[in-house]
């Protein structure tokens, strides 16, 4: 049966510093708009740094909060505003719920730490270096061993459109075939960064998830929507066989949940929230924004 998208509810990109509306469409009747507010933006490279580097601690904290971590297993990077051959990235070790602005490592695209004296972790640098290099606009990249990622990625299989987050994924992922050990091989770094391509997510086989974003907050939000998407699929085939939506459908969900200002925007609530329980995030002062080389 074909559907009817005349009533389907869509994003509309605001202006900088515009407030959420919610409107009906002029052009077509029966159809409503969201304008979403917009990313801030910035004067000066500083205060840039100093919130990416305080957007990048509180991911890393809201992945602890929500279990996504394990162990010492897991990076998750920004892309330095000034210097874009240069990322930030934890130290090895430390654990997510516990690390802060002035922990984080500055490191290039060689596996030099540039700024910082914590350990670095190899695979953090083989696979962040390589994806960061191969997607100039990848500000963010995210990587962690979770749960139902990690079951999922044994399946060697894609997500399947069969919610309406799953669209998210609506070919717009990739799945990285093979396992071969831990990531210490530049060469596998590159495997990797070419099979991701142009998409936003890939699904490491027999090892977990990887997302992008151009901004920390859209990388975060996709791992977070990635994991439960594949949670959601894990219990729907246990239970039976899920009916997915229709490409039409799904290709149309993508342009709206799947949209970068989308990913942007549904991380503020968790960021709202883990500043509130832990507002040692917002500790981020004027030397955390500068940087001498």
Wanted: glycine share 6%; net charge negative; aromatic share 8%.
């Amino acid at each position: 049966m074909a559907s009817d998208n005349s009533n389907i509810k869509a994003f509309q990109e605001s202006a900088a510093g515009e407030r959420i509306a919610f409107t009906k469409d002029a052009s077509h009747p029966g159809r409503f708009v969201f304008t979403m507010p917009q990313p801030p933006t910035f004067t000066n490279v500083e205060d840039e740094r100093r919130h990416l580097k305080q957007r990048l601690v509180a991911a890393y904290r809201v992945f602890s909060k929500l279990g996504l971590d394990e162990g010492i297993a897991g990076h998750l990077t920004c892309r330095d505003p000034e210097y874009p051959d240069l990322f930030w990235v934890n130290p090895f070790g430390k654990s997510f719920s516990c690390i802060t602005a002035k922990d984080l490592l500055l490191v290039d695209h060689n596996g030099n730490v540039v700024k910082g004296h914590s350990p670095l972790n190899a695979a953090a640098f083989v696979i962040h270096s390589k994806i960061h290099a191969a997607r100039p606009d990848a500000v963010a990249a995210c990587h962690s061993h979770s749960l139902h990622g990690k079951a999922f990625s044994s399946l060697a299989k894609p997500i399947l459109p069969i919610t309406q987050d799953a669209c998210m994924f609506y070919n717009d992922h990739a799945l990285f075939p093979g396992f071969n050990g831990v990531v210490a091989d530049e060469a596998e770094g590159e495997r990797m960064a070419e099979t991701l391509a142009g998409h936003k997510a890939l699904i490491l086989q027999n090892h977990g998830l990887l997302t992008v974003g151009g901004s920390v907050d859209e990388a975060a939000f996709w791992f977070i929507a990635l994991d439960r998407s594949c949670q959601a699929q894990l219990l729907a085939e246990s239970a039976g066989t899920p009916i997915c939506i229709s490409d039409e459908v799904a290709r149309d969900s993508h342009r709206t949940v799947g949209s970068a200002i989308s990913g942007w925007f549904n991380f503020q609530p968790y960021y709202e929230r883990i500043i509130r329980e832990q507002p040692d995030i917002l500790d981020v002062d004027e030397e955390d924004g500068k940087l001498v080389l």
